[in-house]
Every structure is written in structure tokens, then in C-alpha cells.
């Protein structure tokens, strides 16, 4: 594997964490996660939200009008499930909206990219948000679309917030006195922080797994088939036998 084409990001670490082996399905050998009403749901709401706060416009007709620009059928098992969704949807747009109006915040990202290296690898990752708040502070924001709320120990430790921790202080050159986690669904926001230990310890693993990656290194962790996407379809798996077909 080049090195100079490789890049580790957070979705590689986590899938690489859940499974190695799934991390080689997924990235060499270009298996696709089945598209789901929750996948397409989360793309048609990040999308919604980067085009209004992108688009100029932001009253409310605006926001109504980039989630049905943004809006797709794909992976929704019927009608039923669609007018659930979008109806869920639009529930969740109107929360933001207010949530929106009365924030005394400036959006100055949304969608933010960075691109940078960390030990031999680049290092890849998109931020959904991050607000300048009156006082001068920085705020980073992650949007959830599921139902689940998270326990506050999950927020404190979830790796993507360190990884965006580590982006806005050392790429785009300020710390982020909040990070917070946007449950839409539930028009909930939970607030956490990473010390500089928390960011170094990341960016260690990031760096660590990157290497076993390049080393090909692709164990096979059975204590996670059963809430995998390729259990029916890997030949590690105890369900592969209801498949025609293993990989
Ligand atoms: S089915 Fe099991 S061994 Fe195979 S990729 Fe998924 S978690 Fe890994």
C-alpha cells in the first residue's frame, strides 16, 4: 500500500477499532455498507444544513427548501418509512430553526475539511460546524441524527471530538473552549472537553493504527459479527452459512 496515497480519518480508525478485518472488506477490497434509512436520512440532513447556512438565505422557507432539495428515497423500505422519516425530519428542522434564531453565536464553519499530517500519515477529516461565540470563544459542533441520545461518559470519550479537538488547535489555529454533540432528533445538545493528554493519546492510536494498516494487518474480531453489516457475507462469520456467497 503507498503511503503517499494512504490517508487515515476518523471513519477508517473506527472501523478499523470495530473490526480489521471489516476495515480491509470496506477500504481494499471495496465492499459497500447496504444503504439504510438512517444512512440516507443523516446525508439528507447534513446536507440540508450545510446548504442553508452556505445558501445566503436563512429564513425558515430557505431551511424547508434545502431539505427537500436535499431529500432521496434511497434505503427506506417503503412509503410509510419515507413519511415517517420526512415528517421526523421536518419536526427536527423546526427545533433547529429556533435553536438557530435565538443563538447569540456567528457560524463561521460548516462542512470544514482539514487535511495535515500526524506522524508519516496524512490525516483527513471533516467538521459539521464550528460557531464563534460573542465573547470570543470557539465552539465545535458534531450533529447526531439518530434517536439515541449518548450517556455523557460516551460524549467524553468519543474519538471524533478529540480528532476535531486536535484539528482546530493545531490546523485551523484555535482551541475549542466547547465541543458539543447536537442530538437533532431529540433537539438536545451535550457539551464536552479534551485536554491536551486526550488529544495526543488520539492522535497516538490514529498513528498506530495507520501503521498496522499499511502493515496489513487485518485480524478478524468475532465478538462484533453480529452487529456487522458483512455478517452474512464474511467467511470468518458464524452467520455466513445463510449465504451463498462469502468473501
Ligand atoms: S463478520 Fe465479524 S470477522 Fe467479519 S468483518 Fe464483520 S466483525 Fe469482522
Redesign the pocket.
Known sequence: MSRQEFKISYSRVNTYL??P??YK?VYLDNFHIPVNSDITFGHIIHKTLERFHVGGEQSSDALFKCYDNAWKNDGFKDSQQIFEYYRRGNQMLENYYTYFCEAKSEVLYVEKSFDTNIGKYKFVGIIDRIDKHLDGTYEVIDYKTHVQIWEQGRVDKDLQLTFYAYACKNILGFNPDKISIYFLSNNKKMYTKRTQDDINNAINTAIDIAGKIVAENFD???S??FV????FK?K??Q?REVAAKTV
Open positions: 470495530f473490526c478485518y471489516k472488506l478478524h474480531d468475532l462484533k459479527c456487522c453489516d458483512f455478517r464474511c470468518y462469520s452467520y
